[in-house]
Structures are given as structure tokens and as C-alpha cells.
């Protein structure tokens, strides 16, 4: 059984290594959280075309005294933004007032706020390209 694990393992770095793509880990925290009902959802996205379309990897954290740490692992490195929001409920969607303004918080990487509109993937985008990579976003 160890033996197997090695291999596996060594094939992973082996096919990492020919690929030559470096990843990365992304910690986001999200603070300010208005209670602990409820669950973060955070979703990265990895391009202009994708930005609040289309997730590349989504993450949910649990909430306690006000905030919530998601990381994400192996990432390659590149461009990225992040979208966030409290779901308070837990439906699995972010709740809207008339069908347009936001009922629950949100939230997005470099603080990026849209105005009458959700914030543009220029405002949020970010670079990954090393080991560790840290984002806090305020609610």
C-alpha cells in the first residue's frame, strides 16, 4: 500500500514537472460577517468571460464570531477574482431585492464594489504567482 502511494505521489510531481505549470494556495477571510447564521459562499473565477458566470472552483466556510477562512489548493498560477456573499438562508443563492440590488452581503477581491452594478472582473482581478497567496475581503 505505501509503495502504491509513492508511485502515485511521485507521478503526480513527475506529470506536474513536464507540465511545468506552478500552482499555488489562495486563503481568502471574509470579515465583518453581520452574524453567524448562515454560510460564506465564495466562488473564484479564473477569466473576464467567466466573472460572475461561470465558477472555476467554489468553497462554502463556516462562520464564527463574525468570520469565515476558505483556501483554496493547487491553483494554477494566473489571473483571478473572487465573489463572494453571506447566505444567510443557505438557499445557495445570493437573495435579491426587486430582482436586482442584493438583500444579503457580498463581497469581492480588492474590495471592488460595483456602483448600480455588480463590480467589473478590472476592479477585482489579481495575480497568482506564488506559493501562498492571502485575500481578506470586508463585508
Request: aromatic share 10%; net charge positive; charged share 20%.
Amino acid at each position: 500500500m505505501k509503495i502504491t502511494n509513492l508511485l502515485l505521489v511521485g507521478l503526480f510531481f513527475g506529470i506536474q514537472a513536464m507540465t511545468g505549470q506552478e500552482t499555488g494556495e489562495l486563503t481568502v477571510t471574509v470579515t465583518n460577517i453581520s452574524n453567524n447564521k448562515g454560510v460564506i459562499r465564495v466562488g473564484l473565477y479564473d477569466s473576464e468571460a467567466n466573472w460572475l458566470d461561470r465558477v472555476y472552483e467554489g468553497r462554502d466556510g463556516v462562520i464564527k464570531d463574525g468570520k469565515s477562512t476558505v483556501t483554496f489548493s493547487n491553483i494554477p498560477y494566473g489571473t483571478y477574482g473572487i465573489s463572494l456573499f453571506h447566505d444567510k438562508n443557505e438557499n445557495g443563492k445570493l437573495d435579491l431585492i426587486l430582482g436586482f440590488m442584493p438583500k444579503e452581503d457580498y463581497g469581492c477581491s480588492n474590495g471592488s464594489k460595483g456602483r448600480f452594478c455588480p463590480p467589473t472582473w478590472g476592479d477585482a482581478k489579481f495575480t497568482l504567482n506564488q506559493k501562498t497567496i492571502k485575500q481578506t475581503i470586508k463585508l
